[in-house]
Every structure is written in structure tokens, then in C-alpha cells.
């Protein structure tokens, strides 16, 4: 007999374009045809005459008083946006705007938003504790009410999308799932490990990502297109209206890039009504686009690269860092059974010949039902079940707190190193201390306390010398002393905590999943007590 799964509904506020979908138990997806022409609605903002507008109403907009790629502004801590008339938006004021529209349409369609039990909304893998934090007050703010717990990272969701779509059954196979996810704003890497069962267990090994994706590539196009049409003696300064024609140029490069996903070459026309002069059309092929693609590329198979070490160091408990860092790629690539293209990007052939060729071993897949776009709205709407810990970004927050003072020693979402410390940690971990310089007393006694980002307060495991289950605690006492509290975070979960008076305490939060995994396990190897490493930047 299946099992009864309460419907789920998912939000996906991209940077190109926002989906709604939603999923009754075991019933079909649904994707909410909340555009006015098509499913999505365009994540496009603009002023006119003092009133800002959303959606297709902005793409009528010149494109000069029209904001493309909102969602980039949170990812880049930018809180205002400048149109192309030099007028500024504000950010928070934009993406509510964008929201609320998602809301009242969504609602319009028979699912209001803000009466849903279990919703869901994505958000870049890289993302900080207060990038996420942000995007949730402004879904409030829009007339959404949800919590921290409704917040999926994008891979993730794309990669639960896939094991529901019945790609391969959960219940008999498992393996190494790798998402690679280009969209318009970021490049999100998930890799999760499926074992299989009724259902399966689906842990989140890691997530990390970039900062560039589609955006990016349509300016390298368009810069390639500006030095083109200056071999024909334009110069776009001197032209009366500039701005309007980097515009135009840029456009066309969007135009250009989705044309080639299918065609080996593509004619790219420019307004004369702009330029003021004809303007010779270019034909742009499908090889000089990657060529321009090319260094963008590479960076994401570096990034491919680095998630899959950091998916190996989960599975390591006193074993050298060096052999990970030194592990052929050959190794690593053999980590993967399959991968899941997701993301408007992943349409580019380039993306999946090289994935294919760094990946060999694994199947590929780019389908779950949907577009390549929906995918992500699709796993948001999932209605199966998932660990949503990311043993490389855990959504916990670890506190010491005493009377009258408290002092966060980790944040939830916060990466627990930087992929260039590896080279020097004998074993990859967060280390802080807190002591009299941080307001910590030297006297009495404080306590650890550990809360998921939701804010509920989560027990934490206690392991006596043989490595068994002690006691389980709501709170751990901890003594202060002239000694310095050192607080230490492992990305198999573990946590050492030496208080002041120097005594240790072998510590695990009690939902963190203890990974078996599907192989490529390194060889453990005993190695000294890892040096302390303090965090470059906390924030």
C-alpha cells in the first residue's frame, strides 16, 4: 500500500523567470501556468511614470528602464539596482513586488501561497545564513508566511525532482548523484548519496557553487558582438543614445546563445533605429560561442571538481587531507553514478559533452518530466523524503550562553572551511575559541545549546571514550575556566568541545546522519590532532 504523502507546493524565484508547482501526494505534477503567455512568470522589473511594474508588463519597458536578474543583487549584497537611465530601485522593494505578483497569480489559479501547509522555496547552494534570511522576510513581506524550513537549496531540489521522477527505482538502486545546475544567475553543484529502500535514504553530502552562470555568458556574447560591430568604425560612444545600444547588443547576445542550444549558427540583427546607421548582421556560429564560453566553463569544472572532494571528506574520519587533495580526477569521476543537467544553461551542448567527458562512468540525465528550467520547481514540489543536512553548510546554530552573555560559536549555513584551507588542515573542520577577549567569563559555569535554523532547539548526542552513545542532552554544561572554550566542527558530524577547564567532550548533533555512502571511502589513515584553524571571515 503506498504511503500517504500530504501535498507540497514549491517556489521557485529564479533569476530569469519564477515557477509555481504543486504536488497532491502521489498525484502528477502540476506547473501553475502563472505567466500571461507562459507557465513562468519573467522576473523582470522596471519604473514607468513613477510606478514600478513586474513581469510582462516591464518586458514592454524600454530597455532602458527595465531591471533584468534581480535575484543577483542578493547574491552579491547589492541593495539597490541602477536602470539603464541611470534611475535606482531598490532591491527589497523589487523582489516584494516580484513576489507578491507570483502570490496573487498563484492564488488566481485556485493555490493561494499564504494557506499552503507545506511550502517550499529555493535558494543558491552558496548562498550565506543571511542571504537566505533575507529572501524569507521578503517572501513575508509579500504576503507569504513561511519559515526557515521552507527554504531548499536549488540542487538539492533538482536532485530530489530526479529520484521522484523514477529515473531509477530508490527502492533497489542507489548511488552517487551529481547535480550540476546552471541557471541565469549562479552554478549550483549538489552531490547526494541515494541508498536505496522504501524510501530511499538521500543524504545531502555537499552543495557549493558559483556566483556566475547565463548572465555571465551573455555579457562575454555581447562584448564579443560590441567588438565585431566596431570593426565596421561604430563607436559606441559616440553614438547618441549608448546605453540603449549596449542594450540592444546585450539582447540580441540572450537571443543569440538560446538560438545555438539547437542551431549551429545564428543570425544576429541590431535596430538601426538605435544605432542611427545599418549596422552589418553578424553571423554568429555555435563554435565561436563556445569559444567565448570556454574560460566560464573551466571554472565550473573546477568548481565540479571541489564538490566532489568535499563529498569524499564526509566520509573521512581521521584520514589524510592530502590524499584527497592529491585523488586523480580518474578517482573522483568514478565517485559518480549518475548526473543530472538542471538549469536553463544546461541546454548548451558544450555543458554536456564536457560533463560527458569529465564523467564517463556516469549516466547523464536532463529530463525529469520537465524542462531543464522546471526542474528545480519540480523537486521543491517533491513530496518524498530527504535529509535536508548539508554536511558541507549544516543548518544549525551552535550558541555558548551564560548568565547575562551568549556567544555564537558556529551559524547555520556557514561552510566549514574554504576549499584553498584544505592544504592545511590535517583534518577538515570549523575551529573558533571563545574566551575573556570574546566576553566569556573565566569563572561559573555556561552551556551548549544547538538549534536548527528554523529556530527549535535540537538535542545533541554525548560519546564516552569508546566512542558509545553517553547521554542525550537538550543542553551541555560547560565549564569555564583560564582556558579558552574551543569549539570544533567536522563535516561527519562530529564536534569536540574543550572547555576551560581543559576537559573534552565528543559531541554529535542527534538528527546529523551518520553516511555510509556508496563507496569511494579513503583509505583511514591515523594522523595527528588537527591543528586549530581560525575562520578568515564568520560573516
Not at 498563484?106 to 534570511?133: N, Y
Not at 540525465?365 to 535529509?387: F, K, N, R, W
Request: glycine share 8%; with cysteine.
Amino acid at each position: 500500500m503506498a504511503r500517504h504523502r500530504p501535498p507540497a507546493v514549491g517556489v521557485d524565484f529564479g533569476t530569469t523567470t519564477s515557477l509555481v508547482a504543486r504536488r497532491n501526494g502521489s498525484e502528477p505534477l502540476e506547473l501553475l501556468p502563472i505567466g500571461a503567455a507562459q507557465r513562468w512568470l519573467p522576473s523582470l522589473a522596471g519604473r514607468q511614470d513613477g510606478h514600478l511594474l513586474v513581469g510582462e508588463d516591464a518586458a514592454d519597458l524600454s530597455s532602458t528602464q527595465v531591471i533584468r536578474s534581480i535575484k543577483r543583487a542578493i547574491t552579491f549584497d547589492q541593495p539597490t539596482v541602477t536602470l539603464g537611465n541611470g534611475e535606482q530601485l531598490d532591491r527589497d522593494e523589487v523582489i516584494v513586488a516580484l513576489l507578491r505578483a507570483v502570490g496573487e497569480r498563484s492564488a488566481a489559479r485556485g493555490v493561494p501561497l499564504d494557506r499552503q501547509r507545506d511550502l517550499r522555496i529555493g535558494c543558491p547552494a552558496m548562498w550565506r545564513r543571511e542571504q537566505r534570511h533575507l529572501l524569507l522576510d521578503l517572501v513575508r513581506r509579500a504576503g507569504i508566511d513561511v519559515g526557515a524550513a521552507s527554504l531548499v537549496e536549488e540542487p538539492v531540489a533538482a536532485g530530489l525532482a530526479w529520484i521522484g521522477s523514477g529515473a531509477i527505482d530508490a527502492r533497489r538502486v542507489g548511488g552517487r548523484l551529481l547535480v550540476f545546475d546552471m541557471g541565469g544567475g549562479t552554478l549550483d553543484i549538489a552531490v547526494l548519496d541515494i541508498a536505496p529502500g522504501d524510501p530511499p535514504v538521500v543524504s545531502v553530502l555537499t552543495s557549493t557553487g558559483l556566483p556566475v552562470a547565463g548572465d555571465a555568458l551573455d555579457e562575454a556574447i555581447a562584448e564579443d558582438l560590441t567588438a565585431e560591430i566596431g570593426k565596421n568604425g561604430i563607436d559606441l560612444l559616440a553614438l547618441k543614445r549608448p546605453e540603449a545600444a549596449r542594450d540592444n547588443i546585450l539582447e540580441q547576445a540572450r537571443q543569440a546563445k538560446m538560438l545555438l542550444s539547437t542551431e549551429e549558427q545564428a543570425r544576429v540583427v541590431f535596430r538601426r533605429v538605435i544605432f542611427g546607421t545599418q549596422v552589418p548582421p553578424v553571423a554568429y556560429g555555435r563554435e565561436r560561442l563556445e569559444e567565448v564560453f570556454r574560460p566560464q566553463l573551466e571554472q565550473a569544472e573546477q568548481k565540479l571538481w571541489d564538490a566532489l572532494r568535499l563529498a569524499r571528506l564526509t566520509h573521512v574520519r581521521n584520514s589524510s587531507v592530502r590524499t584527497i587533495l592529491h585523488t586523480p580526477l580518474d578517482d573522483l569521476a568514478a565517485d559518480v553514478d549518475h548526473v543530472l543537467l538542471a538549469g536553463g544553461m544546461s541546454r548548451i551542448p558544450a555543458v554536456r559533452r564536457r560533463l560527458a567527458e569529465l564523467l564517463p562512468h556516469a549516466t547523464l540525465h536532463d529530463s525529469v518530466g520537465v524542462s531543464p528550467d522546471e526542474t528545480v520547481v519540480a523537486g521543491l514540489a517533491d513530496t518524498g523524503d530527504a535529509d535536508p543536512i548539508n554536511l558541507y553548510r549544516p543548518g544549525f546554530d551552535f550558541t555558548l550562553s551564560w548568565d547575562g552573555g551568549r556567544f555564537p560559536l558556529y551559524e547555520a549555513y556557514t561552510p566549514l572551511f574554504e576549499t584553498y584551507q584544505l592544504a592545511t588542515m590535517n583534518e577538515p573542520s570549523y575551529v573558533i575559541s571563545a574566551g575573556q577577549r570574546q566576553g566569556v567569563p573565566q569563572h561559573r559555569q555556561g552551556e551548549l545549546r544547538v538549534h536548527s535554523a528554523t529556530g527549535p532547539a535540537v538535542n545533541i548526542e554525548r560519546f564516552d571514550r569508546e566512542g558509545k552513545v553517553q547521554d542525550v542532552l537538550e543542553k551541555l554544561p560547560v565549564k569555564f575556566g583560564h582556558r579558552d572554550v574551543t569549539f570544533r566542527l567536522y563535516t561527519d558530524g562530529r564536534v569536540i568541545l574543550m572547555d576551560g577547564a581543559g576537559h573534552s567532550h565528543t559531541l554529535r548533533v542527534e538528527p546529523w546522519p551518520m553516511i555510509e555512502g556508496a563507496g569511494s571511502r579513503p583509505e583511514d589513515i591515523p594522523v595527528p590532532d588537527p591543528t586549530v584553524h581560525y575562520p578568515f571571515n564568520r560573516s
